[in-house]
T-cell receptor, first 115, second 112 residues
Framework: EAQVTQNPRYLITVTGKKLTVTCSQN?????MSWYRQDPGLGLRQIYY???????DKGDVPEGYKVSRKEKRNFPLILESPSPNQTSLYFC??????????????FGPGTRLTVL | DAKTTQPNSMESNEEEPVHLPCNHS???????IHWYRQLPSQGPEYVIH???SNVNNRMASLAIAEDRKSSTLILHRATLRDAAVYYC?????????????FGPGTRLSVLP
C-alpha cells in the first residue's frame, strides 16, 4: 500500500531535549516536505526536499533541521525544542511532473507537545 | 506566488451538489490550480489540479474560468464524509523552490 508513515504519532517532551520525528514514503517520490499546523495559522511549510541531498527552507524553518540522505526518508530534527514548537506536524511526499509537484500524499501527523 | 481568496465557510445538504469558489485574480500563465481538503483529525488529502481546461476525477470536478481569474471545485453529490476544510492553492510550475503555501481554506459543513 502506497503510504507516508511518521513516527512517533504523539510525543510529549521537555524544553531543550533533542528529538527526531521520522518520515518515510514507499512511493519512490522525489519531493518531500514538512508542515506544521497550528490553530488560527493553518498549515505552514517548514522545509522541503526536491531529491536526495537537496533541501530548502519553507516559511517557518527556524528551530528545525532536516536531512535527506535516502530518497525514502526525510527526518525532522528539533535540536533544542521550545514550547512554541508545540504543534501538529505533517510530512508529505510527491512525484514531480509537468505541473511541478503532483499529488502530495500526507502522513497521519505527529502531535508534539514541548513542556 | 499569486494569492487565492476563498469564503471562510459554506454549508451544503447531503446528496446535493456543492460549488466551492476560489478567486485568483493575479494568476499567471504558469500557475497551476491545486485543491486539497483536510478531514477532521487527518492530514490533507489531494483532490484535483488543473491549468486551463476543466478537469474531472473520481472525487470532484474543477471548473476554471476562461480568464483563469477564478475556479470552482464541484462535488457532485455531497456526503457527510465530504465535511472538511478545502484549500485552493496556486503553484507556479517555474518555481524551482516548490514552496507550497496553504491558505485558510473554506470549511464545508454537510447537513444530513
Amino acid at each position: 500500500e502506497a503510504q507516508v508513515t511518521q513516527n512517533p504519532r504523539y510525543l510529549i517532551t521537555v524544553t531543550g531535549k533533542k528529538l527526531t520525528v521520522t518520515c518515510s514514503q514507499n512511493m519512490n517520490h522525489e519531493y518531500m516536505s514538512w508542515y506544521r499546523q497550528d490553530p488560527g495559522l493553518g498549515l505552514r511549510q517548514i522545509y522541503y526536499s526536491m531529491n536526495v541531498e537537496v533541501t530548502d527552507k519553507g516559511d517557518v524553518p527556524e528551530g528545525y533541521k532536516v536531512s535527506r540522505k535516502e530518497k525514502r526518508n526525510f527526518p525532522l530534527i528539533l535540536e533544542s525544542p521550545s514550547p512554541n514548537q508545540t504543534s501538529l506536524y505533517f510530512c508529505a511526499s510527491s512525484s514531480m511532473g509537468l505541473a511541478g509537484i503532483n499529488e502530495q500524499f500526507f502522513g497521519p501527523g505527529t502531535r508534539l507537545t514541548v513542556l | 506566488d499569486a494569492k487565492t481568496t476563498q469564503p471562510n465557510s459554506m454549508e451544503s445538504n447531503e446528496e446535493e451538489p456543492v460549488h466551492l469558489p476560489c478567486n485568483h485574480s493575479t494568476i499567471s500563465g504558469t500557475d497551476y490550480i491545486h485543491w486539497y481538503r483536510q478531514l477532521p483529525s487527518q492530514g490533507p488529502e489531494y483532490v484535483i489540479h488543473g491549468l486551463t481546461s476543466n478537469v474531472n476525477n473520481r472525487m470532484a470536478s474543477l471548473a476554471i474560468a476562461e480568464d483563469r481569474k477564478s475556479s470552482t471545485l464541484i462535488l457532485h453529490r455531497a456526503t457527510l464524509r465530504d465535511a472538511a476544510v478545502y484549500y485552493c492553492i496556486l503553484r507556479d510550475v517555474r518555481d524551482y523552490g516548490q514552496n507550497f503555501v496553504f491558505g485558510p481554506g473554506t470549511r464545508l459543513s454537510v447537513l444530513p
